[in-house]
């Protein structure tokens, strides 16, 4: 008897490296965490009316904010600017406008006291009657991408169930199945492998991480059941036992697969090389749900397919073996 590469008497063997590496990534867990690295930062937030007692000076404002940096020696990372809901039929009382610049930590605490009050002076000076509000905070930059994070994990959860049923209905329930098997999989290997190989992260990374590999796997594993489908139309495969069927089809499969990893493999890393250096910090580890997303759709994909295979395979037999008996009886008829 041929032995296959893909073969059922092999899923206990991987199952168990992969729950090695998931009780490694637990224990590690529960005793250090993930190793996040601290993204500290400073705020400085300039409110002011608008309406009434700056009016159209807008532009004047951030004009003297800037310049006051700029003599200080100082520069900002990234400046939003966030305007109250107007009223139309009282713009009177509502008309605040903010304008929030953040620096890096290493910004003192002196300077920007001095720029907080340089700004206040010459503003109040320019606008008579002014109301301006100047506020000096210390931020943690995590926290600021973290509602995003969440919500585009949210998003892109929904998102892999509608890929997960077009997988039902493009190519069946059974690699459907395997694929959710696959996602949850790569999801927990990836937060595993997070902990084991202690790779530096900022604080929202771990979800960002996890989100990503449920995109890379549902990616790779699709490529997959596309090369499945286009094979197992071969007339050549339905005297194949499901074994000798995905093993066969796999060989052409895998290197279609291997491409596209190939090709993700590059971007990560050319996106990682010119990237700067906080958003070198997210691509490189990239690699990681990707080498785990490699190794469940190349290896583990395949044989917790095959079971739903098998079933697949006695269906479809016992449906001919009806039409076959319906044909033979509307013969004699």
């Not at 973290?146 to 190519?171: H, N, S």
């Not at 079971?307 to 044909?327: L, Q, T």
Request: aromatic fraction near 10%; charge should be negative; include cysteine.
């Amino acid at each position: 008897m041929t032995k296959h590469f893909y073969s059922l008497k092999k899923l206990p063997l991987f199952a168990a490296i992969s729950a090695v590496i998931l009780i490694a990534g637990i224990v590690l867990y529960a005793l250090f965490g993930f190793n996040v690295e601290t993204c500290a930062g400073k705020d400085f937030s300039v409110t002011y009316d608008a309406v009434i007692s700056i009016a159209e000076g807008g532009d004047r404002v951030e004009e003297v904010c800037e310049s006051t940096f700029d003599s200080l020696g100082i520069s900002y990372e990234s400046k939003t600017e966030i305007s109250s809901d107007l009223d139309n039929a009282s713009l009177a009382e509502n008309g605040d406008y903010t304008v929030t610049y953040t620096f890096a930590e290493d910004v003192s605490n002196e300077t920007l006291a001095s720029a907080k009050e340089t700004v206040e002076s010459t503003l109040t000076s320019e606008f008579a009657g002014s109301d301006v509000y100047i506020a000096v905070h210390e931020v943690d930059a995590g926290a600021r991408f973290y509602e995003p994070v969440w919500r585009g994990a949210v998003a892109l959860a929904v998102a892999a169930i509608v890929v997960l049923v077009y997988i039902g209905f493009r190519f069946g329930w059974g690699r459907t199945l395997t694929g959710l098997v696959l996602v949850v999989h790569d999801v927990l290997l990836t937060l595993a492998l997070l902990a084991i190989t202690r790779i530096p992260v900022a604080p929202f990374a771990p979800l960002a991480f996890a989100a990503a590999a449920v995109v890379i796997s549902l990616i790779v594993w699709l490529v997959q059941c596309m090369k499945m489908r286009e094979t197992f139309k071969d007339p050549a495969f339905r005297t194949m036992d499901a074994e000798e069927a995905v093993s066969e089809c796999c060989k052409a499969s895998n290197k279609t697969t291997g491409y596209v990893i190939a090709a993700l493999a590059v971007v990560f890393i050319v996106l990682g090389a010119v990237a700067a250096p906080g958003v070198r910090a997210f691509f490189l580890p990239l690699l990681l749900p990707l080498a785990v997303s490699a190794y469940s759709s190349l290896v583990l994909g395949p044989i917790v397919y095959l079971p739903m295979k098998r079933m697949d395979d006695r269906s479809s037999a016992k449906k001919a073996r009806y039409v076959g008996k319906k044909k033979a009886e509307q013969a004699e008829e």
